[in-house]
């Protein structure tokens, strides 16, 4: 069973519903919603990304999905975190290829940008595939690439804070 962790702001929050009534329709997904419950209860980006990059961290979820309106900042404060590698996705191939080729623990979506059934699409094409599948051709190169993106974080990342 895949543990997922999604999260929203204010402005992700219609499209975070429709991806977690999909994903928890599947039958082989644990879904962990840190929200937000309801447009009565916002609550800001930069509040909502480290729930779920920590739940990753500490080994809750194996992958996360964060959604606000562009995708942008969700991104952005995701991948302050030490072994999180988000992803900003705004259609089937980009989401497919943040696995293939980036690796991508965390999609990151826009509620303002994505349709409720394209993000559903998003998140079905992300999930089917692996690290460098399709690119096997490639795979030492995305293999090593990804090595030395891990490198460069431990560089960036001295201390024992996440």
Not at 87 to 109: G, L, P, Q, W
Not at 138 to 157: C, N, P, S, W, Y
């Amino acid at each position: 069973m895949m543990k997922i962790a999604i999260a929203s702001d204010l402005s992700g929050f219609p499209l975070k519903k429709a991806i977690a009534s999909y994903l928890q329709e599947r039958g082989d997904v644990e879904l962990i919603d840190f929200g937000i419950e309801s447009e009565d209860a916002p609550k800001p980006y930069v509040e909502q990304a480290p729930k779920v990059a920590e739940a990753i961290q500490r080994g809750d979820a194996d992958k996360g999905i964060l959604i606000c309106g562009t995708g942008q900042g969700m991104a952005i404060v995701a991948n302050k975190h030490k072994g999180i590698y988000a992803a900003v996705v705004t259609d089937i191939f980009s989401a497919e290829r943040s696995k293939i080729i980036n690796n991508a623990n965390i999609i990151t979506m826009g509620g303002w940008i994505t349709a409720p059934f394209l993000g559903q699409q998003i998140v079905e094409a992300w999930l089917s595939v692996q690290f460098t599948q399709k690119m096997e051709f490639k795979k030492d190169f995305l293999t090593k690439a990804f090595g030395t993106v891990q490198e460069i974080e431990l560089r960036h990342f001295r201390d024992d804070k996440n």
